[in-house]
């Protein structure tokens, strides 16, 4: 069964970025410890970061995300989705009106205008649809930013949440669940590495809360 998986590197202090992000500054001021272990050689986050990039059947992400990877300063040959992995899935990204030019048009982009949920129900068909082809159960992966996945965790879209808690205080940047609905959560799994503790848990309903 194809699920929605939110997954997300996020700071002690509840940041996905570093002040001041953008376009040349994706992840902020200090923001490139949120990922350390992306790049690590320990063999769980190999593991992890191979396991997550595999599933991937299509990817959801906001447009000033788009904006970072597709930019100069973004994804190349060597680093795309999954960092090293460069897993190629496609890609739905949430806007106002798509880009007049893709610099990485080599990637499956569509622009999607009609919301995030609209976007959630097209990367469901296409991973589907994946899954069938490749006999995979592959599923929806949204990717970001703080902003889109908060926005479909207070709608119900998530169905697992996937933080990876970089052991750093930003103190400041784009929050990841400032002013979030209440959810319920149930923990599927921590694993303790030499860079990151990898967090995963089934999100329950609002009556779940508490």
Request: hydrophobic share 45%.
């Amino acid at each position: 069964m194809t699920r929605i998986i939110a997954d997300i590197s996020v700071s002690l202090d509840g940041f996905v970025t570093g002040p001041d992000p953008g376009p040349d500054n994706g992840l902020g001021d200090g923001g490139e410890a949120l990922h350390t272990w992306a790049f690590s050689d320990d063999a769980d986050d190999r593991r992890i970061l191979r396991e997550a990039t595999a599933r991937s059947g299509a990817v959801v992400l906001g447009r000033r995300l788009f904006d970072v990877v597709d930019g100069p300063h973004g994804w190349d040959a060597e680093t795309g989705y999954g960092a090293g992995e460069a897993g190629e899935p496609a890609f739905f990204v949430v806007t106002t009106a798509p880009p007049p030019a893709v610099r990485l048009a080599d990637l499956d982009w569509t622009f999607v205008t009609t919301g995030l949920p609209a976007a959630v129900a097209a990367a469901r068909e296409a991973a589907e649809a994946a899954s069938l082809a490749s006999g995979l159960d592959l599923d929806v992966v949204l990717m970001g930013g703080g902003a889109t996945i908060r926005s479909a965790f207070d709608a119900g879209l998530v169905d697992r949440l996937t933080l990876h808690l970089a052991p750093v205080v930003l103190g400041g940047g784009t929050p990841l669940f400032h002013g979030a609905a209440p959810r319920g959560l149930v923990r599927r799994s921590v694993t303790v590495t030499s860079t990151v503790t990898h967090l995963t848990y089934d999100v329950g309903g609002p009556h779940d809360a508490g």
